[in-house]
């Protein structure tokens, strides 16, 4: 079945380090996002790409950085730089962004945990 | 700049009773509206969409929602709730990337 993988589940950081997310999808999607959970305050987007070496910030972008070398792949790093890390993070998927409204197929998500 | 309100933070409702969750957006052009839901520890699933056309559109699961352009709302609605129903809902609103409300967290009580 296509979906969205996001590894790993649960993720634990000391201050000070770097750390990478994963998200793989085989929907044969163009357009990946990322957004950033916290509790009572619903879903931000931190980057999102259209295409393959391409992408933009969303509204919360400082401290994350991303990468798109493949299609299927749009990995995201949580930097030291980011004040306030733990959260719940979310990927998702869109055939395209320019194809209309966009439907969002999201992945199960990463609990990140700053120690 | 586009934006949604949920009013309602949580919501208690018995099995089998009616529900409706609001949701009030602001959007400068003709508003694509969704509603995601969101089980505990996972990622949000369509519920429905509404796009153009018919103002009462349905979803899955046994839920609708109602677009009032006057009233500039996109309310969930279901006339019978389960048990398995508690979750927390997501209205979102855009075109090319999403704005999503804060959420509203439904407990259903036996």
């Known amino acids: 079945d296509g979906g969205i993988t996001q590894s790993p589940k649960y993720l634990f950081r000391k201050e000070g380090q770097n750390v990478t997310l994963s998200c793989e999808q085989n929907l044969n999607h163009d357009a990946m996002y990322w957004y950033r959970q916290d509790p009572g305050q619903g879903l931000r987007l931190i980057y999102y790409?259209?295409?393959?070496?391409?992408?933009q910030k969303g509204d919360i972008a400082e401290g994350y950085s991303v990468s798109r070398e493949k299609k299927e792949s749009f990995p995201l790093t949580v930097t030291s730089a980011q004040k306030n890390p733990t959260a719940f993070y979310l990927c998702?998927?869109?055939?395209?962004?320019?194809?209309?409204?966009?439907?969002?197929?999201f992945g199960a998500g990463s609990r990140l945990t700053v120690l | 700049a586009q934006s949604v309100t949920q009013p309602d933070i949580h919501i208690t409702v018995s099995e089998g009773a009616s529900l409706e969750l609001r949701c009030n957006y602001s959007y400068g052009a003709t508003p694509y509206l969704f509603w995601y839901v969101q089980s505990p520890g996972q990622g949000l699933q369509l519920l429905l969409k509404?796009?153009?056309?018919?103002?009462l559109v349905q979803g899955i699961k046994g839920f609708e929602a109602e677009f009032k352009r006057s009233q500039s709302s996109f309310n969930l609605r279901k006339p019978s709730v389960h048990w398995s129903d508690a979750a927390e809902y997501f209205c979102?609103?855009?075109?090319?990337?999403?704005?999503f409300g804060k959420g509203t967290m439904l407990l259903v009580s036996p």
């Open positions: 979102a609103v855009g075109y090319s990337t999403l704005t």
């Open positions: 790409s259209q295409i393959v070496n391409d992408f």
């Open positions: 998702a998927s869109s055939i395209s962004r320019d194809s209309g409204a966009n439907v969002l197929t």
């Open positions: 509404y796009f153009s056309g018919d103002t």
